[in-house]
């Protein structure tokens, strides 16, 4: 799996593109674009890349990962994933003419090419945030960043249910890469041993 980067909008969001590298089929991950340069940087890659883009995927359903869905949507005619307890976040992204979003759940899987990523359900900073566990790799979105966690004093947060959700990332291994929502990549290893928000 090929990963690339790109930190979009007011607040730094990490907008990642995912693709196989036989196959050539992608996702884009969390796209909470402001601005029309950011997307012509991202269309660019796609472009030059030759990728096949195959899913909008969304992490959970604030504004700062999904405000670009639509983009994507009209310009890929693909279909949006998220958790259905997030969903109504993003009604009104797609018409009639696009693609029927495509609801996760836990142990979902997206399929891109040969790759696969497993949902895991990590509700906590939103009711349907959700991880995407790769081999040897898991994107967080806004459940764990590098020494530090996503909020939970939003409304719809839930403190209890993060503490939860963080238990089930810390089964992954150590070595596994974490690719978060905002801010540096960081190892599963290197958060259980220094991220001051977790169970010691």
Known sequence: MLIETF????LSTNCYVASCK???EAIIID???????EAQKIFDYIDEAKLNMKFVVNTHGHSDHVKADGIFVEKYNVPICIHSLDAP???GFTNGESPSNIMLDNDSLVNFGIDTLKVLHTPGH???SV???GEKLVFTGDTLFAGGIGRTDFPEGSMSDMRLSLQKLMRLPDYFLVYPGHGETSLIGEERRLNPFLEQ
């Not at 930190?7 to 007011?10: N, S, Y």
């Not at 796209?31 to 340069?37: D, E, R, T, V």
Request: aromatic share 8%.
């Open 22 to 24: 036989q196959t050539k």
């Open 31 to 37: 796209p909470g674009l402001n601005f029309s340069s």
């Open 7 to 10: 930190t979009v909008g007011m």
């Open 131 to 133: 991880c995407l566990v």
């Open 126 to 128: 939103t009711p349907g």
């Open 89 to 91: 976040f993003i009604e």
